[in-house]
């Protein structure tokens, strides 16, 4: 029977939670104190610590930095609330399994219980201690969140991963809508075959038939090779294409045709071939519009859109906002060999206020730059870039973009003050140029 100790000063709520957790079949005791958790800890042998991180003579951090020092391994759950979330993501840093937010919700902790208590193969701390090497795998940065509109989002990915269904994932650019394709991918029936991302926004329109069909030598100018195609590339497994409204009407249709009969025809070729995908894509626009000015075909949208998966901006997500920021910054000091501990107050106060037209993606961006320049062990203000520290007109005017209008009127604006530089006027509307690209197709500029 697994022992667990319980280090809480609430002590209603620390025996609510003892008995809850020994009718789930628990041996557990209890401590009030750093100190009289630590007399506990010498005395018996646990296999689990749930610490709350604000006690009477210190706090969880103290108590799990002690228990590193220990000649054997004790897995630790770190109790918080949203307030505290820093401090408690730190604690992982510092060797804690887990933590969990209150009011602790039961059935997440004893997920969690189970998951640590699984881990019973025997450690020394040394090796316990021992970071692993994720980084060759292309979720290794993917954050699941713990806001409702996450969990939500998530649970959906889930849900319709071990099916075959097509799925249509939308959002607006820059919130993460290729690696929500391959956690479906990953945990799906076809995870241990391709998995091929087109991006249709940046195919020339007279390469799209080859670039997802293929072509044989000679076909047309400068097919010196046969080339395979996307399509042939992830047989067997998933196909990903990302930005699927800017596909032409032509290509719209010669798609459609290899999704119905599941054959393609590589260009130059009479030849048929065979096709076992399946399809994921991605929007950031609304595809409804696009059919109703005839620019998008509805029997295609239909194929495409077997299940919908809407991904929440950054905003939306304010819950999760530090875990994305921690876990980009980590990241960041993996890329470029440094080690900073985290954010300053004042830098954080400042990244939670901006508006992140950009999401994911600009927020990535931006810890990045600031990784690169920090000195200290601490991101400053001093080191974040002036389009999230000064709030001018130029720095985020997206915020005002609500109604087709008024966002018309401020793309003219920026292409007009940038003299029609693409690159520039998108800097200044604080969106990416695939975006500004988009929009500018959209209001025909």
């Known amino acids: 029977m697994p022992y667990i100790l319980i280090v809480e000063d609430d002590v209603t709520f620390s025996l609510m939670l003892a008995t809850w957790l020994g009718k789930k079949g628990f041996r557990i005791s209890t401590a009030l104190s750093v100190a009289d958790a630590k007399l506990k800890i010498k005395g018996e042998r646990f296999d689990l610590v749930i610490s709350d991180l604000r006690l009477p003579d210190g706090d969880g951090i103290e108590l799990l930095q002690w228990k590193n020092e220990l000649p ?8 918080t609330n949203y307030a505290e979330i820093q401090t408690a993501v ?57 806001s409702s509109e996450s969990i939500l989002m998530h649970e959906h990915a889930r849900l319709v991963a071990p099916t075959d269904m097509s799925v249509l994932i939308t959002g607006a650019s820059g919130t993460g809508k ?18 091929v991302a087109v991006d249709c926004g940046a195919i020339p329109r007279e390469l799209a038939a080859s670039e997802f069909f293929g072509h044989v030598k000679g076909s047309f100018t400068g097919a010196i090779e046969n080339k395979t195609g996307a399509f042939v590339a992830a047989d067997g497994g998933t196909i990903f294409l990302d930005e699927i409204g800017n596909l032409t009407y032509e290509i719209q249709v010669q798609l459609l045709r290899a999704l ?52 929440p901006g950054l905003r939306e997500r304010q ?58 062990p601490y991101i400053t203000p001093m080191e974040l870039p002036e389009e999230v520290t000064i709030p001018t007109k130029n720095s985020s005017p997206i915020i005002s973009l609500r109604n087709e209008d008024h966002e018309r ?30 929009k500018m197709k959209q209001y025909k500029l």
């Open 409 to 438: 009127e401020l793309i003219q604006q920026a292409l007009k003050e940038s003299d029609n530089n693409r690159t520039k006027a998108a800097k200044l509307l604080g969106i990416d140029r695939k975006t500004l690209y988009n």
């Open 72 to 79: 054997f391994m004790l897995p630790f759950i770190m109790m």
């Open 178 to 195: 290729e690696y929500v394709a391959r956690y479906i991918h990953e945990h799906g029936k076809r995870k241990n075959k391709p998995f």
């Open 90 to 146: 730190k604690s992982i840093k510092l060797g804690a399994s887990d933590y969990i937010e209150k009011p602790i919700n039961p059935t997440d902790l004893l997920v969690k219980i189970n998951d640590l208590l699984k881990e019973d193969t025997p450690k020394t701390a040394q090796t316990a201690k021992k970071p692993i090497d994720t980084s060759s795998s292309p979720l290794a940065n993917y954050v699941v969140g713990e």
């Open 319 to 376: 819950k999760d906002f530090y875990l994305f920021a921690d876990s980009f910054l980590q990241q960041a000091n993996r890329e470029l060999q440094k080690e900073i501990i985290g954010f300053d107050t004042q830098a954080m106060r400042i990244l939670e206020d901006y508006s992140w037209p950009g999401n994911l993606r600009q927020l990535k961006n931006v810890i990045r730059y600031a990784t690169l320049l920090a000195t200290g």
């Open 260 to 311: 119905q009969e599941r054959k393609i025809k590589p260009v130059g070729s009479n030849k048929e071939i065979s096709i076992n995908v399946r399809l994921l894509s991605a929007t950031n626009e609304d595809l409804q519009k696009a059919i109703a000015k005839g620019d998008f075909r509805e029997d295609l949208y239909h194929r495409i859109n077997e299940f919908t998966l809407r991904i």
